[in-house]
T-cell receptor
Framework: KAGVTQTPRYLIKTRGQQVTLSCSPI?????VSWYQQTPGQGLQFLFE???????NKGNFPGRFSGRQFSNSRSEMNVSTLVLGDSALYLC??????????????FGPGTRLLVL | QQQVKQSPQSLIVQKGGISIINCAYE??????FPWYQQFPGKGPALLIA?????SEKKEGRFTISFNKSAKQFSLHIMDSQPGDSATYFC?????????????????FGQGTILTVHP
C-alpha cells in the first residue's frame, strides 16, 4: 500500500497570505490527524477528521482550519499567516482514529516558511 | 495535565552501547504509550508501544519499561547502532471519552536527538 502523501513538500509564503496543504491518507484509512512540528513547541495536535467531520481540535487559533473529503483526503488551511506559523505540518492517517487500538501513520510533512 | 515530559533533549552513545530515554506524564487517563522515531526529512514512524497493563515490552533491540505508579515510561535501545541516530518521541493517548477530545490525538514529548558514534 502507498503511504501517506502530502503536497506540497515545501512552501514559502509571506505574512498575511493564506495557504492550503493537502494530505492523502493510506487507502482504507478514514481518520486524518494534523500536527504542527516546531523546534520550540515540538509536535502539537491541530485537529482530526473522520468521515468528513471534525471530531477533535487542538489549541490553535481559528486561522487554522481543515476539511475532509468523501475519499478521506484532507486539506488544512492557514489564513493571515504570521512568522510563527513557520513549521513542518504533518498529517497522519489511521483506520478510525483511536490511537490506543491502531497505529497512526505519518506523511513526510509540508515544510512551510513564512517570510 | 495533558503534558508528556521527555528527557534528555539529546543523547550521544557509542556503537554497541545502551541508549535510554525517559518520559513522564500527568494525565492518569492516558492508557497508550507509543514511541516514534523520526529521521531528517521524514515523518515520525511508530517504533514500539505499550499499554499500562504490562510493565515491559520488548521488540528486538527496543524495550519499553513502564511504571504506572510513578507515571513514567522509558525506551531502552540495546546494542545501539549508527543507523539508530534519529529523533525519538514518546507519546500518549487515551480512549475516546464522552467529549471526544482524544480522537486521533497523540500528545508528544519534546523529543530526544540520539547520536550513535561508530
Amino acid at each position: 500500500k502507498a503511504g501517506v502523501t502530502q503536497t506540497p513538500r515545501y512552501l514559502i509564503k509571506t505574512r498575511g497570505q493564506q495557504v492550503t496543504l493537502s494530505c492523502s491518507p493510506i487507502s482504507g484509512h478514514r481518520s486524518v490527524s494534523w500536527y504542527q512540528q516546531t523546534p520550540g513547541q515540538g509536535l502539537q495536535f491541530l485537529f482530526e477528521y473522520f468521515s468528513e467531520t471534525q471530531r477533535n481540535k487542538g489549541n490553535f487559533p481559528g486561522r487554522f482550519s481543515g476539511r475532509q473529503f468523501s475519499n478521506s483526503r484532507s486539506e488544512m488551511n492557514v489564513s493571515t499567516l504570521v512568522l510563527g506559523d513557520s513549521a513542518l505540518y504533518l498529517c497522519a492517517s489511521s483506520l478510525v482514529g483511536v490511537p490506543r487500538g491502531e497505529t497512526q501513520y505519518f506523511g513526510p510533512g509540508t515544510r512551510l516558511l513564512v517570510l | 495535565q495533558q503534558q508528556v515530559k521527555q528527557s534528555p533533549q539529546s543523547l550521544i552513545v557509542q556503537k554497541g552501547g545502551i541508549s535510554i530515554i525517559n518520559c513522564a506524564y500527568e494525565n492518569t487517563a492516558f492508557d497508550y504509550f507509543p514511541w516514534y522515531q523520526q529521521f531528517p526529512g521524514k515523518g515520525p514512524a511508530l517504533l514500539i508501544a505499550i499499554r499500562p497493563d504490562v510493565s515491559e515490552k520488548k521488540e528486538g533491540r527496543f524495550t519499553i519499561s513502564f511504571n504506572k505508579s510513578a507515571k513514567q515510561f522509558s525506551l531502552h535501545i540495546m546494542d545501539s547502532q549508527p543507523g539508530d541516530s534519529a529523533t525519538y518521541f514518546c507519546a500518549a493517548s487515551n480512549l475516546p471519552n464522552a467529549g471526544g477530545t482524544s480522537y486521533g490525538k497523540l500528545t508528544f514529548g519534546q523529543g530526544t536527538i540520539l547520536t550513535v558514534h561508530p
